[in-house]
């Protein structure tokens, strides 16, 4: 779950609100205009969503996971 954290972040890890595509995601989740995102909003809305955040970190990293021949993967 932290490597998809890690890669989510990269380049803007000290400031993860500048970064354009999780500015993205939030404007397409949330309706909210990625121009005006800043650090107060950016992490007013991570902790009111800060539920589904944590469930999509752990789909993420389900879906990322070496798959190994023979062995089915984990239902979703």
Known sequence: MLRVLWRLTRGYRLCPWR????RWRIETYSGLDARSISFWTFW????????????????AARMS???????????I
């Open 19 to 22: 970064s354009p595509y999780l």
């Open 65 to 75: 996971a070496p798959v190994t021949p023979g062995i089915p993967k984990q239902q």
């Open 44 to 59: 007013r809305f991570a902790w009111q969503e800060r539920r589904n955040l944590f469930r999509y970190l752990r789909w």
